[in-house]
């Protein structure tokens, strides 16, 4: 089997990518080929008998598909994107990196034949927005309130028209807010979300820029990478009309996160975080719901979190 991963680079494609080369199997199948792709070449892997390819491409210019594509994968993970704050800073870019090279793909698969390749894109929680019912279901009407979820909206449209037309086997996994993330602060709205943790965990500051009474829809990057394997493990006839729907996150509110860091390490921890409040960012975060009936990713056996605390005893265990 030959996967792809664009966005190979980034903390949740290499999280992908060392899952996939543990198991060696996908699917039933032996992975026997891998192709990593980012804007910057994704770091060298250990993958014993996988042949292993890492490049580095914008996938924004013309042709930049084409060798990939060639070599005909059964498997794509689209997680390269340009994230929410940036998207929204830079409408150009976004759309360039979010919509023009996600059509770019589909387009090469289609003119390629790539019929029964399974596409699995990477879309968020920020397709959803404005007046919205107080409990989301897949089903809720897509009115994003900032380009990056607008620019997601569009390319899980056009996954589904090519699923239906048989022209890809496309796969839509909307990822709630991915927490706790290893590194630095991003260019991500909700950013804050993994410093006010990561970064008093370490014994750093960190800001807040939102109300404590914001809440989120969360998920860890563990639970997330489990996701994404399993995604592509799906029956394409299990999926129904529509290849698009949430991953089963935890609704938690900055107050009960910050509860939770109080619980793992003390008063100290919490006291390194300082308020500053930040309208941009609030704007954009408050725009996403907190609370989704995830009927479908049950059904379809996607596992979520226990709890806030699990998430957070899980990156204490691993921060990397």
């Excluded at 996954?159 to 996994?173: A, C, H, K, P, Y």
């Excluded at 639970?223 to 394997?229: P, S, T």
């Amino acid at each position: 089997m030959h996967i792809l991963i664009t966005g190979a680079a980034g903390f949740l494609g290499q999280r992908l990518t060392q899952a996939l080369v543990a198991r060696g199997t996908l699917d039933g199948r032996t992975i026997t080929r891998l192709t990593l792709v980012d804007q910057s070449a994704p770091p060298a892997i250990d993958a014993g008998d996988i042949a292993v390819v890492t490049t580095s491409r914008d996938l924004t210019q013309a042709g930049a598909w084409n060798a990939l594509l060639d070599g005909r994968p059964d498997v794509i993970y689209h997680l390269a994107a340009v994230v929410s704050s940036a998207a929204e800073a830079d409408l150009e870019l976004g759309l360039a990196v979010n919509f023009d090279a996600t059509r770019a793909l589909l387009d090469g698969c289609r003119s390629r034949g790539l019929g029964q390749t399974r596409v699995l894109m990477a879309s968020s929680v920020a397709v959803y927005g404005g007046e919205l019912p107080e409990v989301l279901t897949d089903m809720t009407a897509l009115t994003p309130q900032s380009s990056y979820g607008t620019q997601k909206a569009m390319c899980e449209l056009l996954i589904n028209d090519f699923s239906r037309r048989g022209l890809i086997d496309g796969r839509v996994l909307r990822l709630p807010t991915i927490v706790i993330r290893p590194g630095r602060p991003n260019a991500a709205a909700s950013s804050f979300a993994s410093s006010i943790l990561r970064e008093p965990l370490a014994g750093e500051g960190a800001v807040c820029p939102v109300p404590t009474e914001l809440e989120l829809f969360v998920m860890s990057p563990g639970k997330v990478v489990e996701a994404l394997i399993h995604g592509a493990e799906v029956d394409a006839g299990e999926l129904g009309a529509s290849r698009c729907f949430m991953l089963p996150g935890i609704t938690v509110s900055v107050a009960e996160m910050l509860e939770a860091l109080r619980r793992r390490a003390g008063d100290a921890a919490v006291d390194r975080v300082r308020f500053e409040p930040g309208a941009a960012v609030t704007a954009i975060v408050a725009s996403w719901p907190g609370r989704f009936s995830t009927a479908k990713a049950d059904r379809l056996g996607f596992k979520g979190d226990d709890s806030f605390d699990d998430i957070v005893a899980g990156f204490v265990a691993d921060p990397h």
